[in-house]
Structures are given as C-alpha cells and as structure tokens.
C-alpha cells in the first residue's frame, strides 16, 4: 500500500491498483494527476467485492470476466473503462475461472494502455457509469457453514462445490463439507452422473430405457486430514 509520504514529491499520472484487497485511503487516489485505476474479477456491477468467481459459479453463470474501473470512495463503483469476457466452462472450479481472470486482466491490461495513451494524446476517453452493484460480497460473506444440503438440486450441490475449489489459493470463504454420523468430511469434487433406470413395465418392448442424474461426491476426507 502506498502512502502519501511514501509517494514522494514527483508527480504521476496513474495509479493502479491489481489484486489489492485493502480499500485505498482517499488521499492516495487524489495522488494521480490523471486517473487511479482498479482491476477487478467480475463484469461489474455484477460481483462487486470479494471472491468474485466463486460467486458466479455458485450462481450458475454461463459467462464472467474481468474489469478495469476508476477508483473512487464507493468500492468497486467507478466508471468502467474497459471489460472483458469469460465463458464458464461446465467443469470450471474457481481456481481455473480465477487463472482465466488474470490472463484476461494481462491481455486486457494492453488494450488499456493504449486507450490511456490515445488520452494522454487529446482523444475523450469512453466510460461506462456503473448501476448499483449487484451481488456486492465481503470478505467475510460465506455460504452458511458450507455443509452440503441434498434437500438442494443435484446441479446446485455440484456448483457449490465446484465454487469452493480454490485450489492453491486462499480461501476465505470455506470448504465443502458432507456431514455423516463418523463426523465432518471434506468434498474435493462432485459430479452429476446419468444413471440408467428401468423403462416402465408398457415401454420394456424395444429395449427402451428412462436414465435418472445421480450426485456422485469424490475425493472427501475426514475435517481433521489433510486431502489426498
């Protein structure tokens, strides 16, 4: 974190701000005789906040992406400069969408550095006001204890769980857990699988047959262990 005193007496034009998870003091985003910049992991307003793409997974999003905005006093509030799209694929974990984030934050961040550079040269810079946010997270927002409800579709138990996967990372919010009469136990995966079932006794002619999904949940071990 910079500070002003910190910051020296030259001037400069812009202030990035890339995976900082504190929220910048007003007289450092004064700083910049241009603009103070955030990158954030969503398409805001949707996701403002913390833990942007366990979020959207858990909300079953089809898309996400990443935003580059100005910084201001409401957090995650400030024009939108530029965004960039991400397909969720149906695999996806929060880890692998997060990686998408910052090579899409990289790849986006040049596409930035010459609409910045058009600006410095005389031309109006484009901007998109921001609605109110949506699905605005703390740090401290967390999906109940993380207990896995199977009053719950199966399709929603596999998002969950699938959004608590993040890998290497830290993990603030908490990890999947299935409660059984041992104890506690940590799910790394869930899959929903098509089971065959018999057709109804009028349908067996011709071999026909009804398929049913069932929630299958690998790769768990005991709240104490550490995961295999």
Known sequence: MIRPHEAGRDTFDYLFSIVNHAITPAE???????????????????????????????????????????????????????????????????????????????????????????????????VTNQSPSQNFHLRSDRPGLGVIDFSKPKREIRNFVRAMNLGSDDNWMCRPKLALPSGLFIVENAEVVARPQAAP?????????????SLRLMAFCALSCSPR
């Open 28 to 126: 450092i985003l004064n700083l910049p005789t241009r603009r103070a910049i955030n990158f954030h992991d969503s398409l805001l307003p949707k996701y403002a906040g913390f833990n942007a793409t366990a979020w959207a997974i858990m909300s079953n999003e089809a898309q996400h992406g990443v935003t580059w905005h100005a910084m201001t006093a409401d957090v995650d509030g400030g024009d939108i400069l530029l965004q960039q799209m991400i397909d969720i694929l149906d695999d996806e974990v929060a880890f692998s969408l997060g990686a998408k984030c910052i090579e899409a934050g990289r790849s986006s961040f040049e596409t930035l550095i010459g609409m910045l550079a058009e600006e410095a040269s005389g031309k109006s810079l484009t």
């Open 201 to 213: 006794r009028n349908h067996r002619r011709g071999g026909q047959q009804r398929r049913g999904d």
